[in-house]
C-alpha cells in the first residue's frame, strides 16, 4: 500500500528565514502528488499540485515544491517566510490509476515575528 | 460560495450511540471521502465512494459505515460509538481522475468535531 512521510512534525522559523519542508512517498508508480495546508479555524486548501511535466511547481503565496522521481520525494519550498504561513501543511499523493489520495502526518509550522 | 457542507461542527455522544455524519456537496463530484484528522496521525481515510451506491474502505473503516443514496451526499454512520472514535472527521469531494487535469483536488468541509464520552 501507498504511503506518505513527512519528516519533520514541528518546524519553527523566524520571519524571513528560508523554509523545506519533506515528503516522500512509497508507491513506485506514477503518481499525482499534492500538499494542503491548514491555516487555524480555517478548511483544508490546496497550495499546489503535480500531475505532470516540469518537476518544479509553482502555488499560491510564493510555495513551491520540487519532484524528484528517483528519490521519490516531493519537498516544500518557501524562500522567505512570512508570519501569515503559519499553519499545518499535509502532504497527499494519488496512484495515477485510482481516485484515491493518501495523506502523510502533516507539518505543524510556527513562524515567529 | 460554500460547497462541501457538514452538517454538525460539534457533536457528543455516549458510547454505545449511533453517530451519524452527513456532508453534502454542490459541485457535482464523482468522487466523496471521510477522512478522520487526529493530532500527530494526519488525515486517515476511512471510506470513500466513486460513484452513487458505490463504497470503497480506506484505510482505517473498522467500526464505521458510510451511505451513498445521492450524489450530492455521503454519510458517515458510527453504529456503536466509543471513546476512541473521538476525532475531528472530514468530508471531501472531487471530480473524476483524468489524466493531466485538474481533476482529483479535494474541496473539503469545515470538518464534524465528535467527542464520544
Known amino acids: 500500500a501507498q504511503s506518505v512521510s513527512q519528516h519533520n512534525h514541528h518546524v519553527i522559523l523566524s520571519e524571513a528565514a528560508s523554509l523545506e519542508l519533506g515528503c516522500n512517498y512509497s508507491?513506485?508508480?506514477?503518481?499525482?502528488l499534492f500538499w494542503y495546508v491548514q491555516y487555524p479555524g480555517q478548511h483544508l486548501q490546496l497550495l499546489l499540485k503535480?500531475?505532470?511535466?516540469?518537476?518544479l511547481v509553482k502555488g499560491i503565496k510564493g510555495f513551491e515544491a520540487e519532484f524528484i522521481k528517483s528519490k521519490f520525494s516531493f519537498n516544500l519550498r518557501k524562500p522567505s517566510v512570512q508570519w501569515s504561513d503559519t499553519a499545518e501543511y499535509f502532504c497527499?499523493?494519488?496512484?495515477?490509476?485510482?481516485?484515491?489520495?493518501?495523506f502523510g502526518k502533516g507539518t505543524r509550522l510556527h513562524i515567529l515575528p | 460560495d460554500v460547497k462541501v457542507t457538514q452538517s454538525s461542527r460539534y457533536l457528543v455522544k455516549r458510547t454505545g450511540e449511533k453517530v451519524f455524519l452527513e456532508c453534502v456537496q454542490d459541485?457535482?463530484?464523482?468522487?466523496m471521502f471521510w477522512y478522520r484528522q487526529d493530532p500527530g496521525l494526519g488525515l486517515r481515510l476511512i471510506y470513500f465512494?466513486?460513484?452513487?451506491?458505490?463504497?470503497e474502505k480506506g484505510d482505517i473503516p473498522e467500526g464505521y459505515s458510510v451511505s451513498r443514496e445521492k450524489k450530492e451526499r455521503f454519510s458517515l454512520i458510527l453504529e456503536s460509538a466509543s471513546t476512541n472514535q473521538t476525532s475531528m472527521y472530514l468530508c471531501?469531494?472531487?471530480?473524476?481522475?483524468?489524466?493531466?487535469?485538474?481533476?482529483?483536488?479535494?474541496?473539503f468541509g469545515a470538518g464534524s468535531r465528535l467527542t464520544v464520552l
Open positions: 471531501a469531494s472531487s471530480s473524476r481522475w483524468a489524466r493531466g487535469s485538474g481533476a482529483n483536488v479535494l474541496t
Open positions: 508507491y513506485g508508480g506514477t503518481v499525482n
Open positions: 503535480y500531475f505532470s511535466g516540469d518537476p
Open positions: 497527499a499523493v494519488m496512484e495515477n490509476r485510482d481516485d484515491k489520495i493518501i
Open positions: 459541485m457535482d463530484h464523482e468522487n
Open positions: 465512494s466513486y460513484d452513487v451506491k458505490m463504497k
